[in-house]
């Protein structure tokens, strides 16, 4: 057994008995109120899931196990020479609760090693796809090709206890996160670089090995372990990670339950944030005739954008009232390796511009940047300009928090997820509406 799942395996009888204690003793007590508006309203800050991987606070941002996004960056080991934590260790975080040691980010190292290798079936799959088809219909579509491997399924027909259901939910998740990096960076250049297909390299970590298959020098690995942490997991009420919940409560496995969330995540609401905020900074440049504007005109411009109706994109947050930690961690990136990049340069100027002019105006309850306002600018500096695939690389990110919580779910044998609803005139009579 690998010290990862060692670790889990230790950590699950005492969390079990915290829950089982909690809903039998205390399962009457409320925890929130049902408006109307929220029914409506896709359920917006109602209270009625749980997790420990992140929790999403208002002032500090997200923490991932109750550390923020500058701690975990200070804390997690690094591989040597690197700026960046390991993938693996922050992996191991969301899944134990435990900052690594060098030992234990070793092993799963390693054990990822062991898991990578991706059938070829899987390839074929891909190539006899039209070639105009999203990249992340090939990626879901991949990740779905898997499935047939699940050892939860072949575990669960032969008959298994439901307390053992997080064992194989385990080794799906482990089997599948070890091969996402090779079938997204596979994706991409099959897709985007006329098939010059760049084979992984054992010797590298997850973020390294995705920057080395991607074919994109150093300090691109550094960005993509940021990448993947600042975006593996955002609570468990957004769209991708609720979905992914949403099909596990089933008891579909891995393969199924992240494919659905990739299909969430693939929302124009939801994952296509980033491009669409690096396409308005782009259209920005062009009405500027390319050319960096001074601050008089940037205001004119935002006001202008603002009076017409539209918002800025990326700016503002449900949650969130102060800057994203997760944009000010690639600021601090951009700041080191691409200071005099021209779109660098606008999007620094709209982070001093945008708050005050939306303060100013009144109607924003957050003025400051998320991390959508900042992710698309880095890797379109790095080459990466094909908008459709920032989506796909956003996936591999969120499949880290999305697996670590279905794994637990597993633990504590989450129910199948089954809301009640009630009609319009249901509520109308409610509201003592005639």
Known sequence: MSRLKEKLAEKIPAYRERVTRLVKEHGDVVIDQVHV?????GMRGLKSLTTDISYLDPEEGIRFRGYTIPECLEKMPKPPGSEMPYVEGHFYLLLTGDIPSTDDIKDVVDDFKTRSAVPKHVFDMLHAMSKDTHPMTMFSAAVLALQNDSVFVKKYNAGLSKMEYWDPTYEDSMNLLAKLPEIAAYIYRMKYKNNKIIKPNPD??????????????????????LYFMLHSDHESG????HTTHLVGSA????????????NGLAGPLHGLANQ???RW???????MGNTLPTQEELKKFVWDTLKSGQVIPGYGHAVLRKTDPRYTAQRDFSIKYLP??????LVSMLYEVVPPILVEQGKAKNPWPNVDAH???IQWHYGITEYDFYTVMFGVGRAIGVLSNIIWDRVVGQALERPKSLTTAMLEERAGIK
């Open 281 to 287: 900074i782009q259209q920005v440049m062009d009405k």
């Open 276 to 278: 669409e905020v690096l």
């Open 204 to 225: 590298l970590d997850f973020g390294a090995n995705f920057a080395h298959m991607m074919g994109i020098d150093h300090p691109y690995d550094e960005i993509s372990r």
């Open 37 to 41: 508006r929220q029914m409506y309203g």
């Open 238 to 241: 957004n769209v991708s990670a």
């Open 375 to 377: 992710s698309g600018v």
């Open 251 to 262: 008891l579909s496995d891995a393969y199924y339950s992240l494919s659905a969330g990739l």
């Open 340 to 345: 005099d990049d021209k779109i660098f340069k």
